[in-house]
């Protein structure tokens, strides 16, 4: 009962991605040809969503499910870095047709095959915990 909250929050984001269409590969592939403002919008409206969010959290001093304070620690900037993950993202987005959240809906709606593509994204995660101290950050 404990995630409980967590499971009904997963539920109603893979509603919220369905009905959108942010799952659709034809949605994604308009948006990377430039002929659609569909998934642009809806990314837009994230990006507002999320700055609102980490203001108020900040504003608030909120705090986790757990009680302890919200904290966000600044990062070192490295544009050669963001440009060189923001590459790998875009590349496996656009061969792939979905980015990760989206994976799992799919998979909620029986599409079999993006079970490749979700072992990919693991067997990746795993490589990088793996090699992780080796890479420059």
Request: aromatic fraction near 16%; proline fraction near 5%; hydrophobic fraction near 45%.
């Amino acid at each position: 009962m404990k995630g409980l909250k967590f499971i009904v929050t997963g539920i109603l984001f893979g509603i919220v991605m369905s009905k959108s269409e942010a799952i659709s590969w034809y949605r994604i592939q308009e948006m990377f040809r430039f002929q659609s403002f569909h998934m642009y919008g809806i990314i837009g409206t994230a990006v507002v969503l999320g700055v609102i969010s980490v203001y108020l959290i900040k504003k608030f001093k909120m705090r986790d499910y757990q009680g302890n304070p919200i904290i966000f620690t600044p990062k070192e900037k490295s544009v050669p870095r963001y440009l060189f993950g923001g590459i790998i993202f875009g590349l496996g987005w656009a061969l792939v047709g979905s980015c990760p959240g989206p994976l799992f809906v799919n998979l909620g709606h029986a599409y079999w095959p993006i079970l490749l593509a979700i072992f990919g994204g693991l067997l990746g995660t795993y490589f990088y915990g793996v090699l992780r101290d080796r890479l420059p950050h």
